[in-house]
């Protein structure tokens, strides 16, 4: 399948990444002589299951030449506008597109076997929605000290992951429902608030299930999703504070160990 990667958005003075980019997208920050957007697109370069990759929110100049074809699209000012403009890209050079991977430009740690492996845990494609969670506890085993912000769903707390499976077609849906959901992304209690109190006292309280965030989404949506926890920490460490930089650039410039 093809696969858009998403890059856009750049950090603000007031923002605390700001002295790592220097306002430029978060995408081009550094760890271990390489772009975070440089590692996702070679991770993707990598897998099997991918295809053709756009990345929206930067130019093709930002980095070096990766030496295969690349399809760049400069930033469209928000999230929304971004994935709408991932899905005229993918749709344009491949009117018969039907399944897209979208990715964030900030999980450098992630790989191509990864990638694989993540995507045929969504096979037969039978929805329209494939998105996942990572526990606290295997974020914790595989990146100590992460601080990562986390909900609590089928008693366990989660963290979503940055890599979602999707339909095509979920963009003639009307606008409006996306950016507000949109907007609800990094605090999941906006989305349940959308379809009523109920829900949003139960996510609230830790008594959501994965049947029920599977419903709720359908409800918004009109389509069905497929909501599953995975076991990869890497798909849900995104880059998000300074703390989470300096624990990445320890992961790609530890020294090397003789043997």
Do not use: C, W
């Given at each position: 399948m093809d696969c858009v990667i998403l890059a856009g958005g750049r950090i603000t003075e007031e923002d605390p990444l700001f002295g790592y980019t220097g306002g430029k997208p978060k995408a081009l920050i550094t760890?271990?002589?390489?772009?975070?957007?440089?590692?996702?697109?070679?991770?993707?370069?990598?897998?099997?299951?991918?295809?053709?990759?756009?990345?929206?929110?930067?130019?093709?100049?930002?980095?070096?030449?990766?030496?295969?074809?690349?399809?760049?699209l400069s930033d469209q000012g928000d999230l929304?506008?971004?994935?709408y403009a991932g899905l005229e890209m993918v749709r344009n050079r491949n009117p018969g597109a039907s399944t897209i991977l979208f990715c964030t430009a900030d999980i450098?740690?992630?790989?191509?076997a990864l990638v694989d492996e993540h995507i045929a845990k969504c096979h037969p494609f039978d929805k329209n929605v494939y998105y996942a969670f990572v526990t606290r506890q295997t974020i914790d085993r595989r990146f100590p000290g992460a601080q990562r912000t986390y909900t609590r769903l089928d008693g366990k707390d989660v963290a979503s992951c940055d890599l979602m499976v999707m339909n095509a077609e979920l963009a003639e849906i009307d606008r409006g429902l996306w950016d507000s959901l949109a907007n609800a992304r990094k605090q999941p209690w906006k989305v349940a608030k959308?379809?009523?109190?109920?829900?949003?006292?139960?996510?609230l309280l830790g008594q959501m299930t994965i049947d029920e965030i599977e419903d709720t989404a359908e409800k918004i949506l009109g389509?069905?999703?497929?909501?599953?926890?995975?076991?990869?920490?890497?798909?849900?460490?995104?880059v998000d504070k300074p703390s989470h930089v300096e624990l990445m650039r320890a992961e790609f410039e530890a020294p090397e160990v003789d043997a």
């Open positions: 760890l271990g002589g390489k772009t975070l957007l440089e590692r996702v697109i070679q991770a993707m370069r990598d897998a099997t299951a991918v295809d053709e990759i756009s990345v929206v929110g930067v130019e093709s100049g930002d980095i070096e030449d990766l030496g295969f074809p690349i399809q760049f929304v506008s971004n994935v450098p740690a992630i790989s191509g959308i379809v009523g109190v109920r829900a949003l006292a139960r996510l389509r069905p999703v497929k909501v599953f926890i995975t076991d990869r920490a890497e798909l849900a460490m995104d």
